[in-house]
T-cell receptor, first 107, second 118 residues
Framework: RKEVEQDPGPFNVPEGATVAFNCTYS??????FFWYRQDCRKEPKLLMS???SGNEDGRFTAQLNRASQYISLLIRDSKLSDSATYLCVVYNNDMRFGAGTRLTVKP | EAQVTQNPRYLITVTGKKLTVTCSQNMNHEYMSWYRQDPGLGLRQIYY???????DKGDVPEGYKVSRKEKRNFPLILESPSPNQTSLYFC?????????????????FGPGTRLTVL
C-alpha cells in the first residue's frame, strides 16, 4: 500500500464548478500536511498547508481528518488557470508525495 | 531572484555513460534533496542532505550518488545509467530550523531535468 494515495483523475470540470480532491495516508504518526500544485512539465509549488482545524485561502479550502487519515482540497468557482495536477504531501520526518490528481477546467 | 536551478534540463544518453546533473540554490538553505517523478508513482526521494558533507539515502538511492561540498550545490551523479533511470528529476531545497526539517517549511523545487537513457 502506498503511503499517500490520491484519486489520479482526471477531473474534467466546467468553469465555475466546485471540485473536491481526496487523499489518504497510511502513517498515523504523520505530522504535517500540504497541497502542492504542479503544472504540466513544471516543478511542484506549494499551494497551501493543511491545518488540523481546516483552513481556507480564497477559493481553496483544505481539511484534515486525523482519525480517518484523510485530507481534502476543495476548489470553488474553478478557473481555467486552476488546470494542473494537485499533489497531496504528508510530512513525517520527511516529505511523502502522492501521485497527484489531474484537474482540467474547461470553458 | 530566489531560485533552484538544474542543468541540463533535458538529456538523452546511452547505458553506462556516466553523467552528472547539477543543482544549485541561492537561498542559503541547509536542506537539499533529489527526487524522481514517474507516472503513477509520484515523487520519490533519491538522496537528501541536511548540510555540507552530510548526505543520506532516500527511498530509491540505488544507482545514484550525490555530494555536498558546498552549501549551495548538490549534484546528482549516475555512474552507470540504465534505462530504468529514465525519469523526470527534481532537485529541491528548504530551510532547517534547529537542525531539523521544520514541518511547515516549503520545499522549493528546481525546474526539473528530463533524462532518457537508451
Amino acid at each position: 500500500r502506498k503511503e499517500v494515495e490520491q484519486d489520479p483523475g482526471p477531473f474534467n470540470v466546467p468553469e465555475g464548478a466546485t471540485v473536491a480532491f481526496n487523499c489518504t495516508y497510511s502513517n498515523s504518526a504523520s505530522q504535517s500536511f500540504f497541497w502542492y500544485r504542479q503544472d504540466c512539465r513544471k516543478e511542484p509549488k506549494l499551494l497551501m498547508s493543511v491545518y488540523s482545524s481546516g483552513n481556507e485561502d480564497g477559493r481553496f479550502t483544505a481539511q484534515l481528518n486525523r482519525a480517518s487519515q484523510y485530507i481534502s482540497l476543495l476548489i470553488r468557482d474553478s478557473k481555467l488557470s486552476d488546470s494542473a495536477t494537485y499533489l497531496c504531501v504528508v510530512y513525517n520526518n520527511d516529505m511523502r508525495f502522492g501521485a497527484g490528481t489531474r484537474l482540467t477546467v474547461k470553458p | 531572484e530566489a531560485q533552484v536551478t538544474q542543468n541540463p534540463r533535458y538529456l538523452i544518453t546511452v547505458t553506462g555513460k556516466k553523467l552528472t546533473v547539477t543543482c544549485s540554490q541561492n537561498m542559503n538553505h541547509e536542506y537539499m534533496s533529489w527526487y524522481r517523478q514517474d507516472p503513477g508513482l509520484g515523487l520519490r526521494q533519491i538522496y537528501y542532505s541536511m548540510n555540507v558533507e552530510v548526505t543520506d539515502k532516500g527511498d530509491v538511492p540505488e544507482g545514484y550518488k550525490v555530494s555536498r561540498k558546498e552549501k549551495r550545490n548538490f549534484p546528482l551523479i549516475l555512474e552507470s545509467p540504465s534505462p530504468n533511470q529514465t525519469s523526470l528529476y527534481f532537485c529541491a531545497s528548504s530551510l532547517l530550523v534547529a537542525g531539523a526539517l521544520f514541518s511547515y517549511n516549503e520545499q522549493f523545487f528546481g525546474p526539473g531535468t528530463r533524462l532518457t537513457v537508451l
